[in-house]
């Protein structure tokens, strides 16, 4: 086993090479205790449905064995109801009940996941390899998974669905490495690579230029793009009782650390709720997205934005490892948590500022900054005339996303402006748009 400093450890890569023997060594062991029980049984007259005492107070367990688990198992009508903690956004989400044998802290559901069974106050890495790649070519994914101790909600964390967005790597990694399993209640599953073609080609797309996030849930009759997105989707997200998707801004461009998710369904909102202080934008996801699919299948979903893509920034990175770990202790999975910044504001609205002509742009805000209309966001410079035109705010507001300086064409999004509104608490009135100008953000998720 190999281990972070503090928190969850995972197997190593060759693991995955003894998980066939290992399991072929437990199923032996299961296979001589029954027969071990079975011959017990003969010798003290016992008859065929013997039961085992299941602790004081509780009703007797049924020793049955199955093709995959011989272990003590309460008959489904017998379950003791166990009280579920405040899950905030996922009250209604079923969680483990506690076994009422074995020591104090088990729990009589594993998660069991790409076919493996992950016990309670475990920390491992799985492999998710796609049903068909485009290289015809079956490539495993690493999944690194923390069941805690306790019951409580399974919440997924996706990144580098676009393979050049680093951040969201990272993000998977600091937060799955600083998880302690005997002192989460609920599990964690981490997907911090999703698009292994991209990421290996450092390019957002998958190896035939097609965008994954575009293509969920899938099809398993499709395109290669769709094949893959059906299988991550039914294979490891079908799984999760939440997720956040983590994303940068896209060609050239960099997002200030916000939350995106549709604001008009309730579920989406109680999530919200629970990342601290960050800001939080109206978005109705683009078809195809991982979001998208995942709401349609009543897994409330959120994407994260924070950064730009081919860079790692250690600010973008810190936010939202925070916001996260403030998310699982707005759900009750985790204890101690320090409180951090003041409340960010919610954009209803939001609307890109765009280059009038081609040529070198160069910004004059930072992202962040509150900006006035007919304030001055940057200017692009003809370098073969030398004629210079500014591009000015339309809209009061703030900049939440922003192009780096560079080359651009005509039309070109340069600064992604929140719309400054009425205060209100999230959730909205029940008709918002996703944008002023009623367009898209596709520029980032």
């Known amino acids: 086993m190999t281990a972070s400093a503090t928190g969850a450890a995972f197997p190593r890569g060759s693991d995955y090479s003894r998980r066939g023997a290992t399991q072929g060594v437990a199923k032996t062991m299961r296979i001589n205790i029954a027969i071990g029980l079975a011959l017990w049984l003969v010798a003290t007259g016992a008859g ?173 009759h499709g395109s290669s793009a769709s094949r893959i997105a059906y299988s991550f989707f039914h ?30 369904n309730s579920e989406v909102v109680g999530l919200t709720r629970g990342f601290g202080s960050t800001v939080v934008l109206h978005s109705e996801p683009a078809d195809g997205t991982l979001r ?50 003041d409340p960010e504001p919610v954009y209803y609205n939001s609307s890109w500022q765009r280059a009038p002509e081609g040529g070198i742009v160069f910004s004059a805000v930072s992202l962040g900054e509150h900006v006035e209309v007919g304030d001055l966001l940057g200017t692009v410079t003809n370098p073969i005339t030398n004629v210079r035109t500014e591009i000015r705010s339309s809209y009061d507001g703030r900049v939440l996303g922003m192009a780096l300086n560079q080359v651009v064409q005509p039309g070109f999004a340069t600064h992604h402006i929140g719309i400054k509104g009425a205060d209100r608490l999230i959730g909205g009135p029940p008709d918002v748009a996703a944008t002023a100008s009623g367009e898209r953000d596709t520029a980032s998720e």
């Open 48 to 220: 065929a449905t013997e039961v085992a005492d299941g602790g004081e107070g509780d009703s007797p367990i049924l020793l049955e064995e199955t093709a995959d688990d011989s272990r003590a198992q309460l008959p489904p009508e017998r379950e003791p109801a166990a009280p579920a903690p405040d899950q905030g956004a996922l009250a209604g989400v079923p969680v483990a009940k506690k076994s009422s044998t074995g020591s104090p802290g088990q729990f009589s559901r594993s998660l069991h996941l790409l076919g493996a069974e992950v016990a309670p106050s475990t920390s491992t890495r799985l492999a998710w390899s796609p049903n068909q790649s485009f290289e015809g070519i079956f490539s495993a994914t690493p999944v690194l998974v923390v069941n805690g101790a306790e019951p409580g909600p399974t919440v997924c964390l996706t990144a580098a669905v676009h393979g050049d967005e680093l951040n969201g790597i990272e993000t998977v990694r600091r937060v799955m490495y600083t998880l302690e399993p005997e002192g989460l209640r609920g599990a964690v599953i981490g997907g911090p690579i999703v698009n292994l073609q991209g990421f290996h080609r450092g390019s957002r797309y998958l190896g035939d230029r097609r965008d994954l996030n575009r293509h969920f849930p899938g099809d398993p």
């Open 292 to 341: 998208e699919a995942a709401v349609a299948a009543g897994i409330p979903a959120v994407t994260l934005e924070a950064g730009a893509p081919m860079v790692l920034s250690d600010d973008s990175v810190s936010h939202s490892v925070k916001g996260i770990q403030s998310l699982l202790h707005h759900l009750d999975m985790v204890g101690k948590f320090s409180l951090w910044g």
């Open 235 to 264: 294979e490891v997200v079908r799984h999760c009782s939440a997720l956040v998707d983590l994303h940068t801004g896209s060609f050239y461009r960099t997002n200030l650390p916000q939350l995106r998710g549709d604001l008009t």
